[in-house]
């Protein structure tokens, strides 16, 4: 009976008394109730013949718990409880039904006229050790207070020998000889004597195990009995007691495996048994699944819309890239109703491949993704496939990518209009030899060039004289969208001002011609920078270049930046100071194009200065013309 070898569970069987009334006489009524949940579904009943039931009796629940009506003309009877081909007997007069109980039966059947009180006394000599030392413990109900008694209780249900055969004082004594924690347990022997026997323990692999979980047919992870259980001694001598094994799984060289053929939940007791001395025991369980049909999986009709919608907004163009990564959830565009693990295969029908046309689709976790850069216009039709590795059959979803064809870029056009409206605004400014031209005047590019495409436009105004954008002491720039006309023209001329428009795409631009006509006044004097010898036309020497800066009102500007829009970004890395109205500097590279002065005041005492900007234009990395201030707006700067 290895199921119960818990000291803290004992197979005990407890009969509770309880008053009632029968046939109008006053009887008295005892409620049998089976306490051991080591017992459920066993057969327990009265009977006056101690081999066979009186009648049915009843079957404890799965408990443990029975209950027998024991009238006052049943006090003489025998309660029988049989359990694992064992049978437990107690006087119906009994509060348990123990081994010792049945020790007590055993003493009244050898002795036809003892009474109840007489074979316990009989019983109690053969424990006098035992009581003697533990006055107060019962020996006739539960076993559990006790670790000493509860080890003579287990000892009398695992043996096999007749109890009329074995020395109960030698058991006694045995079981005393050991200390309440000690792995030693009786073992009763075949003459009837007893030894003390070390009892096999469960190992932390036996206390970890845990349920399988599998599917019918699927081979279980074999278990090796000997993993299970340990001993101080030689473990080669255990043997184990297997129950409840199901027939698919086998037992051999005491590790169990195979597979459960049948589905439902499987419970294998297992109890290691060191010549006699019996391990609490090991419950192996599993739970087996039936194999339900498995389904393919299925395309999401309106997951695969919506891709294709998705698709149809990203407007694909021959030449242009995807940008970043287009991402779709696989879960939106198929589902498996079993939940196997998608393979996805992307596939262009051109190519047979997930590449075509410079596109690509891959998957990245549980998303598809589209990238590339299309090479041509065309219509190409993606089929996207889900396998769930079960089925042979995929779901397969159908998507198709338009690719339009790149609209070839145009070249900047003049507005002709816009040209004759400049040069009639030229013609209206009366420009005059030493006049200023006074307020600078503008004119929107946008008057002046279109370009369809909507590209950024350089533009480079050039006087023929010079082929710079400064000529005779008029200057001609750009800010923002705006061309600016200023200065003061220094001799009476005819110049001719040409104005390109070049969209960085096309290597033609667009052209605006303009005629200044000055006439005759009085020559101003010129600021006269301090020319270092060499080409006076650029005003450089060997890299070293000198240029006039004109102040107008703001001679608070005490140096200035180079830069193209940040000041921060400057091409020098030092300030430029102005000595003179007039700046040395360094060449700056091939620095080539619209660029912007920015002039500071000192630092005044709050910490601000202020600032000024105009633009200036750069050729081979030398400023063109003068660096003109006189019409700039000047703002604090923290």
Sequence with gaps: MYFKKSILATALLSVLTLSGCNSGGSDTVTSTTAINSSFPNVKMCLTSNPIACDNDGVITNKDGIGQLVITEQDKNKTILVTADGHTFSAPATSTFVTPITTLVINEMKANKNMTVADAQAA???????????????????????????????????????????????????????????????????????????????????????????????????????????????????????????????????????????????????????????????????????????????????????????????????????????????????????????LTITPTFKSTKTNTSNGITVTRKGEQLVLSGTPAKADEMTLTISANDGVNKQSAIATIKLKVTAVTPNAVPTLIKDGQTELQSNTDSLQLTQGMPIGDDVTYAISDLFNDVDGDQLTITPTFKSTKTNTSNGITVTQQNGDLILSGTPINADEMTLTISANDGINAQSAKATITFNIAEGVKPEPVKPVTPSGDSSTNCKNGHCIIPVVLGSHTDITSLVIAKKDPNDSLTNDDLSIINNQIKYSKFGDSTGSYTAFGASEEHSDGTFMGYTTPVMLKNGVIQGMIDFSHSQGQIVD
């Design 123 to 341: 019983i109690k000599e053969k424990f006098a050790d035992f009581t003697t030392k533990n006055p107060k413990i019962d020996i006739f109900g539960n076993s559990a207070k006790s670790a000493v008694l509860d080890k003579i209780v287990n000892a009398l249900e695992d043996t096999s020998v007749n109890y009329n055969s074995i020395d109960i004082a030698d058991l006694v004594n045995k079981a005393m000889d050991e200390s309440e924690t000690s792995t030693f347990v009786p073992v009763i022997q075949k003459g009837g004597s007893t030894e003390n026997i070390e009892q096999p323990q469960l190992s932390q692999a036996a206390k970890k195990i845990k349920l399988q979980t599998l599917k019918i047919e699927d081979q279980i992870q074999p278990i090796d009995l000997k993993t299970l259980f340990i001993l101080n001694g030689d473990n080669s001598a255990l043997t184990y007691d297997v129950e409840g094994m199901p027939q698919s799984l086998t037992n051999k060289d005491n590790t169990i495996k195979g597979a459960i053929t049948l589905a439902g939940t499987f419970s294998i007791n297992v109890v290691a048994n060191n010549n006699g001395a019996l391990s609490q025991p090991v419950m192996l369980k599993f739970k087996v699944i039936p194999i339900v049909p498995n389904t393919p999986p299925t395309v999401i009709k309106a997951g695969q819309t919506e891709l294709q919608n998705d698709t149809n907004s990203l407007k694909l163009t021959q030449g242009e890239s995807i940008g970043d990564d287009v991402t779709y959830a696989i879960s939106d565009l198929f589902n498996d109703v079993d939940g196997d693990q």
